[in-house]
T-cell receptor, first 113, second 108 residues
Framework: EAGVTQSPTHLIKTRGQQATLRCSPISGHTSVYWYQQALGLGLQFLLW???????NRGNFPPRFSGRQFPNYSSELNVNALELEDSALYLCASSLTGGDEKLFFGSGTQLSVL | GQSLEQPSEVTAVEGAIVQINCTYQ??????LSWYQQHDGGAPTFLSY????GLEETGRFSSFLSRSDSYGYLLLQELQMKDSASYFCAVNRDDKIIFGKGTRLHILP
């Protein structure tokens, strides 16, 4: 069974550009979570999608947005990139919205120059 | 507010036992989870405590005390491959939030 897959593995952008990150959950999982992991700051909650709907978002500006598609895959969009957006972006999926066990992908390393 | 406090680093010797603590300043959550993350790798789920008490899974055990707002992860018979970062996490207000992680260093 394939795990959570994220693409691209690495992404280099310049300040002001837009970045799109993609995530495919484990087959059968309906919930997708996005986290930002900057050096030394742990995992910061960004967004939670379940059954195609945004269920919650963390304390990030509106230029961080995303969506979940009918096949439960998801994408995270970051507009007007800033230098401090450089981080590892992790996607996780769970079987249902109430499931505590998250399965993480290997992440997308975003570098903003 | 919601915050989870963990020590930033812990050092232990191979073969020994180590305890990683997690204290929280939040209420009304459903339970405490633990994740392991090796350098360059993805976090992987270790355990979940829905109720107070000790949960054992092989060499790893996890404990929760809601009355003390406290939990810990216990690693026994430490192996070099256990060198990693360990995160506690809670589900509160429809978001799963993580502590900043504890970096475990293991000495031979």
């Amino acid at each position: 069974e394939a795990g959570v897959t994220q693409s691209p593995t690495h992404l280099i952008k310049t300040r002001g550009q837009q970045a799109t990150l993609r995530c495919s959950p484990i087959s059968g999982h309906t919930s997708v979570y996005w986290y930002q992991q900057a050096l030394g700051l742990g995992l910061q909650f960004l967004l939670w999608y379940d059954e195609g709907e945004e269920r919650n978002r963390g304390n990030f500006p509106p230029r961080f947005s995303g969506r979940q598609f009918p096949n439960y895959s998801s994408e995270l969009n970051v507009n007007a990139l800033e230098l401090e957006d450089s981080a590892l972006y992790l996607c996780a999926s769970s079987l249902t919205g109430g499931d505590e066990k998250l399965f993480f992908g290997s992440g997308t390393q975003l570098s903003v120059l | 507010g919601q915050s989870l406090e963990q020590p930033s680093e812990v050092t232990a010797v191979e073969g020994a036992i180590v305890q990683i603590n997690c204290t929280y300043q939040t209420s009304g959550f459903y339970g405490l989870s633990w994740y392991q993350q090796h350098d360059g790798g993805a976090p992987t789920f270790l355990s979940y405590n829905a109720l107070d008490g000790l949960e054992e899974t092989g060499r790893f055990s996890s404990f929760l005390s809601r009355s003390d707002s406290y939990g810990y992860l216990l690693l026994q018979e430490l192996q070099m491959k256990d060198s990693a970062s360990y995160f506690c996490a809670v589900n509160r207000d429809d978001k799963i939030i993580f502590g900043k992680g504890t970096r475990l260093h293991i000495l031979p």
